[in-house]
């Protein structure tokens, strides 16, 4: 089993939709919980944190399920600019440099 | 200013060839790697650098190094290129202790032919 897992997608979604990512994570011991979004051809940039009592910013939703090992991302209100790969990320603590393990991504296209 | 920078952004290259990829970062961060992220997209850790400590992901070829000069760069040198090794490298920085955020370079673009 992967460290961190994601659905794939793509998810494609008209414009104003509500999406929906889930990621799993396999380390009982992962310590902090993050999404990353990655434009094509580009780096992956921070979207937000996940805390455990979920946080939100703005249109974007962010839940932390420890006892399933899951996090989600909920983006409501879909915009054309939300289309690009959404990387879900994990760290574990256990060294001293808390290496961030990411999942594969789950690329959204977001349409007229 | 670029936070994390690294060259070259392009990089075509022959089997066989030696070559290395530079990072720099002037967050006066603690802690540096090196990701790599092949066609499928999928984001791997290669290394981390910490104070002079070397973490290895032990499914890196020992035909990549990386080397720190100082805190504020962390390169990575690559021997005997194979066209396995086609794919985007990242340069991260990371702010040690608490400091959760990690930022990437723009990403090096290697294909081997």
């Known amino acids: 089993r992967k460290e961190v897992e994601q659905d794939p997608g793509p998810f494609n979604v008209p414009e104003g939709a509500t999406v929906a990512f889930n990621c799993t994570y396999s380390?009982?011991?992962?310590?902090?919980f993050f999404w990353y979004r990655q434009d094509c051809r580009k780096e992956p940039k921070l979207l937000m944190s996940?805390?455990?009592s979920g946080n939100e910013d703005g249109r974007f939703t962010a839940q932390l399920n420890r006892a399933s090992q899951y996090i989600s991302l909920l983006i409501r209100d879909s915009k054309l600019s939300d289309s690009a790969t959404y990387l879900c990320?994990?760290?574990?603590?256990?060294?001293?440099?808390?290496?961030?393990?990411f999942g594969k991504g789950t690329k959204l296209s977001v349409k007229p | 200013d670029t936070a994390v920078s690294q060259t070259p952004k392009y990089l075509v290259t022959q089997m066989g060839n030696d070559k290395s990829i530079k990072c720099e970062q002037n967050?006066?961060?603690?802690?540096m790697y090196w990701y790599k992220q092949d066609s499928k997209k999928f984001l791997k850790i290669m290394f981390s650098?910490?104070?002079?400590?070397?973490?290895i992901n032990e499914t890196v070829p020992n035909r990549f190094s990386p080397k720190s000069p100082d805190k504020a760069h962390l390169n990575l040198h690559i021997n005997s290129l194979e066209l396995g090794d086609s794919a985007v490298y990242f340069c991260?920085?990371?702010?040690?202790?608490?400091?959760?955020?990690?930022?990437f370079g723009e990403g090096s673009w290697l294909t081997v032919v």
């Open positions: 990320a994990v760290k574990i603590y256990g060294g001293s440099q808390g290496n961030l393990i």
């Open positions: 650098y910490n104070n002079k400590e070397l973490i």
């Open positions: 380390n009982s011991a992962s310590q902090s």
């Open positions: 996940v805390y455990s």
């Open positions: 967050l006066g961060h603690d802690t």
């Open positions: 991260a920085s990371r702010q040690g202790g608490s400091g959760n955020t990690i930022y």
